[in-house]
């Protein structure tokens, strides 16, 4: 799909999920105890005052709805908001995959600051770590292994493996099939995702605090009759997992402005919009770039607050938005290419 072809299908896309949701981003990483499942939980959301200050303001918690009219019943959530140690998320339960996940990157996060030790002494080991059906989901609703089985697509992380390196824990809980959804696997997952996933990483290179939201999208296409519609593909037996047909990378960087004021930071946002199908390797990231109002309105989410959108510089003009995919697949079935490539971890 074309980069304006691909705008046009994100500015008329409806809502999804419903606009009740609103995601924010925090400096310190959550980290409770256990996973904690709950309807009414409302994260904080960041704001920039006028003095360039930021501010952390609380939401309001989701109250219960009480009416006669619910005397009998009262129909739930359709997503359930999940908080795991490396991430939070929504579980969609009619699509039974993440309606979104969000997630906040620092060089100990990745293991990677000799300053913040880990959890535990324990090497943490992807290997360890298996594919598991979320028992906090209800079972009418939940994601099975078995629904991937054969189905031809990828059990695709949207938090990847690999941003949760500061625990064995954290890693595990990333393998939820509840952190999950069909990814097309040769020259999408397996290959320039990946590399846009370790893109991201590689911005805490730069940057004190990276956030990332990484959004399941239905996108519609223009038919021969002239008319827009979503289509997609459903797998499981019986059919009960929608296959998305593109997804977002939403990212928003910040670092002091400079060492005087380290309360003041200077922030940078971009969005990307990538098809659930092969991308060429050479594809330039930048193509895939949207506005982040463009997923936001596809979504039927709330990302980030106007002030926040205000204040912050286009990621790419801040940092090169490039990423270069090396097939180590094919390179390692020449001995004398072994060494020299390899993959993104994931």
Not at 13 to 38: F, N, Q, Y
Not at 196 to 216: H, I, K, N, Q, S
Request: glycine letters at 6%; charged letters at 20%.
């Amino acid at each position: 799909m074309s980069g304006s072809l691909l705008q046009v299908a994100i500015f008329t896309a409806g809502a999804i999920v419903g606009g009740g949701l609103t995601v924010a981003v925090t400096r310190k990483r959550p980290r409770p105890a256990d996973a904690i499942v709950s309807p009414a939980v409302s994260p904080p959301v960041v704001d920039i005052g006028s003095s360039g200050r930021t501010s952390i303001s609380a939401v309001a918690s989701v109250a219960s709805l009480a009416s006669p009219v619910l005397k009998y019943g009262n129909p739930g959530p359709i997503a359930d908001p999940i908080i795991r140690k490396a991430y939070v998320a929504a579980y969609d339960r009619r699509l039974r995959h993440p309606a979104w996940t969000a997630e906040h990157l620092t060089l100990a996060s990745l293991g990677k600051s000799t300053l913040a030790p880990s959890e535990s002494s324990e090497l943490v080991d992807r290997t360890k770590s298996t594919f598991i059906e979320d028992e906090s989901i209800p079972v009418p609703f939940r994601a099975r292994l078995q629904d991937y089985f054969k189905s031809g697509y990828d059990r695709g992380h949207m938090v990847p493996a690999a941003d949760a390196k500061f625990s064995q824990e954290a890693m595990n809980e990333t393998f939820y099939l509840s952190n999950i959804a069909p990814q097309v696997g040769d020259g999408f997952n397996r290959h320039y995702w990946a590399y846009l996933e370790d893109w991201c990483r590689r911005l805490t290179g730069r940057f004190a605090d990276v956030y990332v939201f990484t959004v399941p999208l239905y996108l519609p296409r223009k038919d021969t009759d002239g008319k827009w519609r979503v289509t997609h593909e459903v797998i499981g037996s019986p059919p009960n997992i929608a296959v998305p047909t593109h997804f977002a990378k939403v990212v928003l960087t910040s670092k002091p402005s400079s060492p005087s004021t380290p309360d003041i930071l200077e922030l940078s946002a971009g969005a990307f919009v990538l098809p659930n199908a092969i991308i060429p390797d050479e594809a330039p990231l930048e193509s895939f770039v949207v506005p982040v109002e463009a997923v936001e309105r596809a979504a039927g989410l709330t990302l980030f607050s106007d002030a926040v959108k205000a204040s912050s510089k286009h990621i790419c003009q801040t940092t090169k938005c490039s990423v270069i995919v090396r097939r180590f697949d094919e390179a390692r079935k020449r001995p004398e290419m072994r060494r020299a490539i390899s993959a993104p971890p994931k």
